[in-house]
């Protein structure tokens, strides 16, 4: 090298470590960052700069600026090969080293290293566990995923209270209904006439009621009165005659003259005539 200040420039394909300048670097003075400098925690090697890191060249930096693109961020550490036998590599930044090379003292000062190699030691192999046993976890996850095979969809929400009812009830599960006074009637006048055959099972199968509802039908000491009666069985005339009237008009019972006023085309001409009166 020529000269108390000549001009260096740092050529990336050149290094022993794999270090990035950015194009602030070069303006004004030399500035270099992330120089790797490997040292122990019982000696240090004088920090050096080897000639393949540096040539001289008699020309200005300035041509050279836009070569250096790359963010110095994305500055990468030299991988370890076999013949490394340093524990320890710390990457020192070198704010300027124009005409003066840095110290042990500076770079302890920036870096210090372990001071306790066995506390250390010890770390690296708690985040070693660590490390192992996560992977252990997600392999037993991976597996058992792949056991129970792809997910489920959702069940709809009738279709899971559907089958909770079938495992609550496994003989069966009747809803509430809605037993008319008649049929009411009924299951009290066929019990009393006969409670072997008609009994409270029998009777519950049949009329698709729950036994407790038998119960409280055959327990049950209410009775309608005779206006009460008398307007039931008018109701039930008619809606016989009205479903008499209806299957007529399909063709599936013969027409007769007590069901007429009771067809849906006489309703509806009758609603029309009255609608058009008022």
């Not at 990336?12 to 300048?21: D, E, G, R």
């Not at 000696?43 to 200005?60: G, K, N, V």
């Not at 090969?81 to 003066?100: M, N």
């Amino acid at each position: 090298m020529s000269g108390a200040r000549s001009t260096l420039k740092l050529l990336p394909s050149l290094f022993t470590t794999s270090t990035v300048i950015s194009r602030d670097q070069f303006a004004g003075r030399l500035h270099l960052s992330h120089i790797t400098a490997a040292t122990t925690a019982s000696s240090i090697r004088p920090f050096s700069l080897s000639s393949r890191q540096f040539i001289q060249l008699p020309t200005s930096i300035k041509e050279f600026r836009e070569t250096a693109s790359e963010p110095e961020q994305q500055a990468k550490q030299r991988p370890l090969s076999d013949d490394d036998y340093i524990p320890w590599e710390i990457q020192v930044p070198v704010e300027e080293i124009a005409d003066v090379e840095p110290t042990q003292e500076s770079i302890l000062a920036d870096h210090s290293l372990p001071q306790d190699p066995e506390q250390a030691i010890a770390e690296l192999q708690a985040a070693l566990h660590a490390s192992q046993a996560k992977e252990a976890a997600e392999q037993q996850e991976r597996e058992r995923q792949a056991e129970a095979g792809p997910p489920q969809r959702r069940k709809p929400d009738w279709k899971a209270h559907r089958e909770a009812l079938k495992q609550k009830f496994p003989e069966g599960w009747q809803p509430r209904k809605k037993v008319s006074p008649d049929t009411m009637e009924l299951i009290r006048a066929l019990h009393h006439a006969d409670p072997v055959t008609y009994s409270t099972p029998n009777l519950s199968q049949e009329f698709k009621l729950s036994p407790e509802a038998i119960r409280r039908i055959l327990k049950s000491k209410w009775t309608p009165t005779e206006e009460e009666a008398e307007e039931r069985r008018e109701r039930w005339e008619k809606r016989e005659a009205r479903i008499w009237a209806h299957m007529a008009e399909l063709g599936l019972r013969p027409k007769r003259k007590d069901t007429e006023p009771f067809s849906d085309s006489v309703r509806l001409l009758e609603k029309k005539k009255k609608d058009d009166r008022d």
